[in-house]
């Protein structure tokens, strides 16, 4: 009789399996412990809602999944990885446990924010998974790099991740190429924050009695955040803006479907934005692929629809796909590469940057 190796009892396993699919998939089918001498791998997904951390094998793939809801710290010198530790090394303990590995000899490590956010984690997180791991070979990349891989794995082309934020990111494998994630101050174009925030100009200048309002979008802010004037109070003093922002996204979606013309404008311009930014990063030769990857894509044809249309015209070369997985299946996917010594993926300390830890 089968058993699936990630235990039922801890919750968090149980958490995890349920947030992402593909490999809760491939996990609950694997059938008992690792192989003693197999070569073992740790894949970790980093952002904003926590961590996300998977062991496996070379030859049998993803063993054991976990997760821990707790945001890594960001401090003085970017991300925290003293704090990283602190939450990553339990996961790996219970993991190992759970499928029967004994000595790990690889570590990726995807996480939003690494490309500007991560002096720390180069400087000491190599070492210190080494010490408490016994890991020698190690990856850190952005987790654009790891949404790509998880998308189109080791091809070269072009993925749009969009959600709260928006980013960018292509190779042609000899060198990767990113645009905009820049934040929803100076960027981030196309995103739910944009969308929210050009959504919600659009319901005060309609409070105003301004052209380029839109009632029906008024009317949907006012179900959303209460009357206009309260408005300011609402979004300026929080420190997660561009989340409050992405809330209303859904509902400028909601006002195209229906057919609001300030609606369909505001998607259509963010359609623009992100083919800007696909063919930015694409590779102008052969067939690139393009894929999409990110919850702002379930927003429906209101958005779909005239991003393929910008897409076909930006980028008459490049074959749409669809997105084969998430970032935590991109960074199983560098683990099994770099642990088998057949990553072709290009190497860049901002994206992807691999290490050998010192000493023993």
């Not at 809760?24 to 008992?32: A, C, F, K, Y």
């Not at 101050?185 to 052209?211: F, P, T, V």
Request: charged share 20%; glycine share 12%.
């Amino acid at each position: 009789m089968s058993r699936p190796v990630v235990k039922q009892a801890p919750s968090a396993s149980r958490a995890a399996a349920a947030s992402a699919p593909g490999l809760s998939h491939e996990v609950s089918r694997l059938d008992g412990p690792a192989a003693a001498g197999e070569s073992a791998f740790l894949a970790v997904d980093s952002g904003g809602s926590g961590l996300r951390a998977v062991v496996g094998t070379v030859a049998r793939g993803p063993l054991a999944l976990r997760e821990s809801a707790e945001p890594v710290r960001t401090g003085a010198r970017g991300i925290d990885a003293g704090h990283f530790m602190q939450q990553l090394v339990p996961m790996v303990r219970a993991l190992t446990a759970e499928a029967g590995i004994t000595a790990l000899d690889t570590a990726v490590v995807g996480a939003a924010g690494f490309s500007t956010l991560g002096d720390d984690l180069r400087a000491g997180l190599p070492a210190a998974l080494h010490r408490e791991c016994g890991i020698r070979t190690v990856a850190l990349a952005a987790d654009a790099v790891t949404a790509y891989t998880g998308a189109l794995g080791p091809r070269p082309g072009a993925v749009i991740a969009a959600g709260t934020g928006l980013i960018a990111i292509g190779t042609d494998l000899t060198r990767w190429r990113r645009a905009d994630g820049w934040g929803h101050l100076l960027g981030d174009c196309g995103s739910g924050a944009w969308i929210g925030r050009a959504g919600l100009e659009a319901a005060l200048r309609a409070h105003d009695g301004r052209e380029g309002g839109s009632a029906p979008l008024l009317e949907c802010a006012e179900e959303m955040f209460g009357p206009m004037p309260g408005l300011p109070a609402q979004v300026y003093p929080r420190s997660d803006r561009p989340a409050v922002l992405a809330s209303f996204a859904p509902g400028v979606a909601a006002c195209a479907d229906d057919g609001d013309p300030v609606a369909v404008h505001v998607l259509r311009a963010a359609a623009r934005h992100m083919a800007d930014s696909a063919a930015a990063v694409c590779p102008t030769k052969g067939e690139p692929q393009v894929a999409l990857t990110g919850g702002l894509f379930k927003m429906g044809a209101a958005l779909l629809v005239p991003l393929d249309e910008e897409l076909t015209k930006r980028l008459p070369h490049a074959r749409r796909v669809a997105a084969e997985g998430d970032p935590l299946q991109g960074a199983v996917r560098i683990a099994a590469d770099l642990t088998a010594g057949a990553l072709t993926l290009p190497g860049d300390d901002k994206l992807l940057y691999v290490v050998a830890a010192q000493g023993d």
